[in-house]
């Protein structure tokens, strides 16, 4: 059972950076895409960005396009979620989702079949 391991998440104020990074368990892991998503309390996971690994295209949801940047590794199975200019509406639990399966669209939480366990991020106002 391939696990997806998370780690970076922390507490820091509105305008600050984050920098998340995830690794599956096995490097030869094959999958179509790695992502991110996250959840807020009362509230449904929602997509934050994903990576397509055979075109080599990066999604964005509109929230963060111009304040996040995904970068990953396809060989290594890693993704980095490089997060500037936080609001505290970004806070939340994020959460790293590889798609073994290609069942798009990339930005919905049930076309994924691996997660890992989450890193909470805290921006303070």
């Known amino acids: 059972q391939v696990q997806l391991v998370e780690s970076g998440g922390g507490l820091v104020q509105a305008g600050g950076s984050l920098k998340l990074t995830c690794a599956a368990s096995e490097r030869t892991f094959s999958n179509y895409a790695m992502g991110w998503f996250r959840q807020a309390p009362g509230k449904e996971r929602e997509f934050v960005a994903a990576?397509?690994?055979?075109?080599?295209?990066?999604y964005y949801a509109d929230s963060v396009k111009g304040r996040f940047t995904l970068s990953g590794d396809n060989a290594k199975n890693t993704v980095a979620l490089q997060m500037n200019s936080l609001r505290p509406e970004d806070t939340a639990s994020y959460y790293c989702?590889?798609?073994?399966?290609?069942?798009?669209?990339?930005?919905?939480?049930?076309?994924?079949?691996?997660w890992g366990q989450g890193t909470q991020v805290t921006v303070s106002a």
């Open positions: 990576v397509r690994w055979d075109v080599g295209y990066v």
């Open positions: 989702a590889a798609m073994v399966k290609w069942y798009p669209p990339l930005m919905r939480a049930t076309s994924y079949d691996y």
